[in-house]
Nanobody
Framework: QVQLVESGGGLVQAGGSLRLSCAAS????????MGWYRQPPGKQRELVAS???????NYADSVKGRFTISANNVKTRVWLQMNSLKPEDTAVYYC???????WGRGTQVTVSS
């Protein structure tokens, strides 16, 4: 069983920044992806950004140019730098390892207008 622990959420004004962190109990293997998902109030969970074992990244269109995903060399820790935050970024943010489907418990991000 893999454990994922998120931290770094909070309340921030629109235009501000936050940095989320996820600590994993093991590194990711080839073919696996670490990612950040979010679930806004009353909506479905959606992919925000992901990073593969070889460092390839992918972003949702809504966050391109504002958010940056990064990880340490052994891929046991992944960060999400969120800049120029908007009220619509308000959500619970979850760390994930795919394709096995491991999830953290989430961290709340609230962006006030």
């Amino acid at each position: 069983q893999v454990q994922l622990v998120e931290s770094g959420g909070g309340l921030v004004q629109a235009g501000g920044s936050l940095r989320l962190s996820c600590a994993a109990s093991r590194f990711i293997f080839r073919g696996e992806t670490m990612g950040w998902y979010r679930q806004p109030p009353g909506k479905q969970r959606e992919l925000v950004a992901s990073i593969t074992n070889d460092g390839s990244t992918n972003y949702a269109d809504s966050v391109k140019g504002r958010f940056t995903i990064s990880a340490n060399n052994v891929k046991t820790r992944v960060w999400l730098q969120m800049n120029s935050l908007k009220p619509e970024d308000t959500a619970v943010y979850y760390c994930n390892i795919s394709p096995l489907g491991y999830w953290g418990r989430g961290t709340q991000v609230t962006v006030s207008s």
